[in-house]
């Protein structure tokens, strides 16, 4: 067992640490307080994420072949962490990177990845994820949004909602419904969003502007050549996507970074001095801690190309856990936060609370554990 | 970084669970609050798997695995400090090692009897001397998953040992830590198995969600508390060390009491060997004055 960093590795965080330090303009962290899907941000990020390409820091864990370098996981989660800790510049192009491009490379047709892979490792698309819908949120393969195949061609018809980026988003990586059966009937289709019959809504939400969409899909035609894999391999490829989305986010690391800020001005106001504050501030650390080293045990397995499975999830409730009592933390001690004195943590405290909820709430992660870490028979349907 | 188990650490392991495999059939049904098995301590000792942590080659890491796998077991043995806070002083004291922390010494203490090392540690610095009989009171009585004695007297005649007070309490807390992951682990294991076998409302306890989901947030501390104590392990840092054995006190604290509950009536019998378990750790929760007392060690050494 070794806990250290390699000397590759450590070069990569503090070349990452160098190039934010010099390419985030001097208000970024007021700035930042635009969510990652608000205008300003994503126009941001387009120039952020052109940078970064052009030092082969966007998609360096791609192959080779495909514009990358080929780092290994440790790399990808090194990257994840500095992106993350600096308040996501690269707005939603993280998702582009992270599981949007390595599920083309592995599921896409030549013709789909001569397309879309492009754009993506140039820094210039802008995704976004339609899977939830209205009646369909963790029993996601309830989804009833349905491509009715005709010829050549797929009419989509139905409804999605808390889509992410949906406002500006230049494609949808759409999850519909091509027959009944209700996991094999599922089928994902690239749908360009300037398609005729597809209506976006902004829904006002607590993480600020920008972040969650209805789209509506209205007799919207999608060749067939748009669909990605085979008609029904929707939830294998799903399963595919989300191990790299989870893994994508590093909540823990924003969490911890969080918390040395806020204490960090607390001992500036000389306020770090009861015990109260401090233990409770250990809590978080700890917690914080933890949930790294469940999250570094999983990137462990993935670079050395083993599989992973609801290890994951394990590591997502930690992770929770931690983001939890940070922004704890923070109400409790630093109130003045949430008000606009401390950019940083307000970012944070907002873009929190969906730490639970999003990519699959925290209560499924807890179901995943029970049946397929600690193996407990399931629960009757 | 690499987090799988070395060729070494796997022998080890495996040699330990050969070693320990007769002990398996020990019959739990007359034990006490504690199992301590003075054969198994033995047979650890003459195999060296205590000796570990003298071994640089193999560390603090291996020594804290071999420490996490003991605590799985029903009985228990003296593995902790022996494993992890020997190697600070020498091998030639004899065992078991029972930890004093200064200002506290009237609290009773793990494994302590005529002849074992007392270790204290402190302020004023870190000093050893062997128990006598006129020292030691026994509490044959004592609500605790581990033989416990009250010290009596502290000799002012000591060895004292020329290292740091906080190297001993650094290795203290990753030994805390390492053998609550173990004991955590085990406990689960064995609520895990009785939820899944007992039938009620005509299906398996393990099928309500009531307990599913508190089940599997020990699970995830239970990781948590093995990951930060083998870490910490590997830096011998005591900000790390401070924060993986306050995840280990606090898990310990939101488990214990759940593992029992999931039991019913079962729980509260010594026919069932889950407290062997579980009052260890309790002992553990009350450590160098509790979750209190790693969160300030922890807030002092991150942040100053
Ligand atoms: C900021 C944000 C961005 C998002 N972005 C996208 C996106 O881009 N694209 C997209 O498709 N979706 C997106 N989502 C939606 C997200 O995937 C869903 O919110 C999530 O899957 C949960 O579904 P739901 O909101 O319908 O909650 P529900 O499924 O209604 O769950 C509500 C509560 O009930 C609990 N619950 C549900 N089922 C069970 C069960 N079987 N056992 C125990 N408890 C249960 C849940 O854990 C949760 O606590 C986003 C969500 C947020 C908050």
Same mark, same amino acid.
């Given at each position: 067992m070794d806990f250290d960093w390699t000397e590759q590795e450590t070069a990569f965080r503090d070349r990452l640490r160098r190039l934010l330090a010099d390419t985030l303009p001097d208000d970024w962290e007021r700035f930042s307080?635009?969510?990652?899907?608000s205008p300003a941000l994503t126009k941001f990020a387009e120039s952020f994420c052109g940078t970064l390409a052009e030092q082969g820091l966007?998609?360096?864990?791609?192959?080779e072949a495909l514009g990358?370098?080929? @780092?290994d996981p440790w790399h990808q989660t090194i990257l994840a962490e500095e992106m993350w800790i600096a308040g996501e510049p690269r707005g939603g192009q993280y998702m582009n990177v992270n599981w949007i491009g390595p599920t083309l490379i592995r599921y896409g047709s030549p013709d789909q990845q001569a397309r879309y892979l492009p754009p993506i490792a140039e820094g210039k698309a802008l995704w976004c994820q339609g899977f939830s819908e209205p009646g369909s949120?963790?029993? @996601?393969?309830?989804?009833?949004?349905r491509a009715e195949r005709d010829g050549d061609t797929y009419r989509v018809n139905g409804q999605k909602i808390w889509t992410s980026y949906a406002g500006l988003a230049d494609t949808c990586f759409l999850v519909c419904r091509t027959?009944?059966?209700?996991?094999?009937?599922i089928s994902i289709l690239l749908v360009p969003?300037?398609?005729?019959g597809i209506t976006v809504r902004q829904i006002p939400s607590l993480?600020?502007?920008?972040?969650i969409h209805e789209v509506f899909f209205d007799d919207v035609t999608v060749p067939?050549?748009?669909? @990605?894999?085979?008609?029904?391999q929707a939830w294998e490829i799903i399963g595919y996507s989300l191990t790299n989305e989870r893994l994508g986010i590093p909540r823990y690391a924003l969490a911890r970074a969080a918390l040395d800020r806020a204490v960090a001005v607390l001992k500036a106001q000389s306020e770090f001095d009861g015990e109260a504050v401090k233990i409770e501030a250990a809590h978080a650390a700890a917690l914080a801690e933890a949930a790294r080293m469940a999250s570094y045990a999983i990137v462990d397995r993935r670079a050395k190309g083993e599989a992973i499975g609801a290890e994951s999830s394990s590591a997502r409730f930690a992770t929770v856990m931690a983001e939890r009592r940070v922004c704890e933390f923070i109400v409790e001690y630093l109130p003045e936060a949430l008000a606009d004195a401390h950019p940083y943590l307000k970012m944070h405290h907002q873009r929190g609370i969906v730490a639970g909820i999003a990519a699959g709430a925290a209560e499924i992660q807890l179901n995943i554990i029970a049946t397929d870490? @600690?193996?407990l028979p399931r629960e009757p349907r | 970084m690499d987090l799988s188990l070395t060729d070494d650490q796997v022998a080890i392991l495996d040699a330990i669970d050969t070693l320990s495999r007769p002990y398996?059939?020990?019959?739990?049904?007359?034990?006490?609050?504690a199992l301590p098995d003075a054969q198994l301590d033995r047979d650890l000792a003459e195999g060296g798997f205590l000796d570990i942590g003298f071994d640089p080659d193999l560390g603090a890491v291996s020594a804290a695995l071999v420490v996490e796998r003991l605590a799985r077991l029903p009985q228990t043995v003296e593995a902790a400090a022996s494993a992890l806070i020997r190697p600070l002083l020498g091998d030639?004291?004899?065992?078991p090692l029972c930890l004093v922390e200064e200002g506290r010494t009237t609290r009773p203490v793990r494994?302590?009897?005529?002849g074992a090392t007392v270790l204290l540690v402190g302020p004023s610095g870190v000093s050893t001397f062997t128990a006598t009989a006129a020292q030691v009171r026994a509490e044959?009585?004592?609500?605790? =998953?581990y033989p416990m004695a009250t010290l009596l007297d502290v000799p002012t005649d000591r060895t004292s040992h020329a290292i740091p007070a906080s190297q001993v309490l650094t290795r203290w807390r990753i030994a805390l830590a390492a053998e609550a992951a173990g004991l955590l682990a085990a406990a689960l294991d064995s609520t895990v198995a009785h939820v899944t076998d007992r039938q009620q409302f005509g299906r398996?306890?393990?099928?309500f969600q009531a307990l599913r989901h508190r089940l599997a947030e020990a699970q995830v501390r239970a990781n948590g508390v093995r990951w930060l104590a083998l870490k910490a392990a590997a830096t011998l840092n005591p900000g790390d060390a401070a924060l993986a054995a306050l995840h280990a006190q606090e898990s310990a604290r939101a488990t214990v009491y759940d593992f029992h509950q999931f039991f =019913?009536?079962?729980?509260?019998?010594?026919?069932?060997?889950l407290h062997l378990w579980t009052y260890r750790l309790k002992a553990l929760?009350?450590?160098?004055? =509790?979750r209190g007392g790693q969160a300030l060690a922890a807030a002092e050494a991150l942040w100053g």
């Open positions: 307080q635009h969510g990652p899907a966007l998609i360096p864990h791609w192959p990358g370098q080929g @780092l949120g963790s029993d @996601l393969a309830s989804l009833r949004t027959s009944d059966d209700r996991k094999r009937g969003m300037d398609t005729p993480i600020g502007e920008g972040d067939v050549t748009a669909r @990605l894999g085979d008609e029904g870490v @600690l193996k | 398996a059939g020990a019959s739990l049904h007359e034990a006490g609050f030639d004291l004899p065992r494994f302590l009897r005529e044959a009585q004592a609500l605790y =998953g398996s306890l393990a099928t =019913g009536a079962m729980g509260v019998t010594l026919e069932h060997p929760i009350g450590d160098l004055r =509790g």
